[in-house]
Structure formats: structure tokens, C-alpha cells
Nanobody, 124 residues
């Protein structure tokens, strides 16, 4: 089993930045990919970004390319999502997820473990 705990959410003005963290514990060896998803009010959950923990390969949703950066720190067993130039439409609950696939994917079913989520609100 793997436990994931997100942190770092909050209220930020448009154009601002936030860094989300996802601390992993438990059977870390079983994790090869980590992803971030988000769910805005009244909408379904959508893919944001993902990374291969061992080779560092990354993928991003088009809506966040060039503004968000995903990373993983093996020493701390923690993943990060650096968000810059935030927009109103980035407001959502952000979830981290982890799975065993070596290649990061956009598909929720490839991720076995999920965190509880952290709220990000972009507002002026």
C-alpha cells in the first residue's frame, strides 16, 4: 500500500504561483509514475501532468504546458507541481496519484493510489 498526502494549496491572485507537494509513504518501491489531476466545481476530474519517477519523463495537459512543472524528489519521496501564471480557470481541487506503470500516462485507471486533494483557488 501507498499513502499520498497533498499540501500547498491555497488562495492566489491571477498571475501568481503555488507549489503543490505530494508526500508518499508505504511501499514506495511499487511506484513508477506519479500524476496530478484536478477537479473544478461542477466538472469531472481532468489530467494535469505526470512524471516517470525513475527516468524523469514528463507529460502535460495542453492547458498547463509552459506554466506548470512536475517533478519528483527521490530522496524525500515527494512529488511536486510548480504552478506559475495561474489563471481563474485553474481553480480546482488538485489530486496526486501514483501507479506502477513505467511510462506516465493520462489515464486515471493507470494510477492505483490517490491522495485526498488540496484546494487551489485563483481569484482577484
Amino acid at each position: 500500500q501507498v499513502q499520498l498526502v497533498e499540501s500547498g494549496g491555497g488562495l492566489v491572485q491571477p498571475g501568481g504561483s503555488l507549489r503543490l507537494s505530494c508526500a508518499a509513504s508505504g511501499s514506495i518501491f511499487s511506484i513508477n509514475a506519479m500524476g496530478w489531476y484536478r477537479q473544478a466545481p461542477g466538472k469531472g476530474r481532468e489530467f494535469v501532468a505526470a512524471i516517470s519517477r525513475n527516468v524523469g519523463r514528463t507529460i502535460y495537459a495542453d492547458s498547463v504546458k509552459g506554466r506548470f512543472t512536475i517533478s519528483w524528489d527521490n530522496a524525500k519521496n515527494t512529488g511536486y507541481l510548480q504552478m506559475s501564471n495561474l489563471k481563474l480557470e485553474d481553480t480546482a481541487v488538485y489530486y496526486c496519484a501514483a501507479g506502477s506503470r513505467w511510462i506516465p500516462t493520462t489515464f486515471e485507471y493507470d494510477y492505483n493510489y490517490w491522495g485526498q486533494g488540496t484546494q487551489v483557488t485563483v481569484s482577484s
